[in-house]
């Protein structure tokens, strides 16, 4: 299949957000199901020492190629099921060794990125997750965690190296299983091509973060107004649920404008 590259223009980045609510509303129980097949699965690799959580950051890619496949299907109104996960995996040989050394150099990317991470906070992230998860009853020692400059500095080399790590991989799946491409090969078009409409997905990821944090605001003022500021923490499973399924339903989304009427038309 031949791709056309396209450069998208800014405000394309809110419609994909748009759009994603849109198909999501079609489908609601399916892409939730979806995701949390996803989740009972990475579950399930948790459970194996050392290696399961290896193979959780392998299946990412594989992740959001099933949720592209799926969406691709529910705008053709056919249906969206957990098979379609697996169903790259299904294709020709050097399809299936392009998933595959994709899959690998993601997970020992993102080792690579928690690994330097960890050594820059010096395990004060980590530590702030788990007095997080004690609530008030370690505020003061959150306190100061808060003020140790290592855990600001560890906080902007995880996620500013994870950002960067996202760039390449963020269409290589697809172009692999859409376009034929080899690993490398999709991993400079998905490069390129965020480059080149790189407006776009400033404005896409900004929308998102306003989305997100005004939810946040928004629930934390209508409990506290209630009198019931610990509900919000019982909100936050379901909310992030609810958000992490729509973002990638809206990766189909950023594909078909990047790779133009051309990747639009492809088709399991």
Request: with cysteine; charged share 10%.
């Amino acid at each position: 299949m031949s791709l056309l590259l396209k450069q998208v223009a800014p405000e394309r980045g809110l419609q994909w957000i748009r759009s994603a609510f849109a198909l999501f509303a079609r489908k609601p129980l399916a892409f939730t199901s979806l995701f949390v097949a996803f989740l009972f699965a990475a579950l399930l690799a948790s459970m194996i020492p050392v290696l399961g959580a290896v193979l959780l950051l392998m299946s990412l890619p594989l992740l959001s190629l099933g949720f592209m496949i799926a969406s691709r299907s529910a705008l053709g109104g056919g249906a969206v099921n957990p098979g379609q996960f697996i169903l790259p995996l299904r294709g020709g040989r050097p399809q299936l060794r392009a998933l595959l050394l994709l899959c690998a150099i993601y997970g020992v990317a993102t080792v690579g990125v928690m690994t330097l991470s960890e050594w820059v906070d010096g395990g004060s992230f980590e530590r702030l997750q788990d007095l997080l998860a004690k609530g008030e009853s370690a505020q003061t020692e959150i306190e100061a965690l808060l003020a140790d400059p290592r855990l600001f500095w560890g906080v902007v080399t995880r996620f500013g190296l994870a950002s960067l790590l996202s760039v390449p991989f963020w269409h290589a799946p697809a172009l692999v299983h859409w376009g034929a491409q080899g690993a490398w090969q999709a991993l400079f078009s998905s490069t390129l091509a965020i480059w080149r409409s790189k407006g776009a997905y400033l404005m896409y990821a900004l929308a998102w973060s306003a989305l997100v944090g005004l939810f946040g605001v928004a629930a934390a003022l209508l409990f506290g107004l209630l009198g019931q500021r610990q509900m919000a923490g019982f909100l936050a499973l379901p909310a992030g649920l609810f958000f992490s399924t729509i973002f990638y339903v809206s990766l189909i989304f950023s594909f078909d404008d990047c790779f133009g009427e051309a990747g639009a038309a492809a088709a399991p």
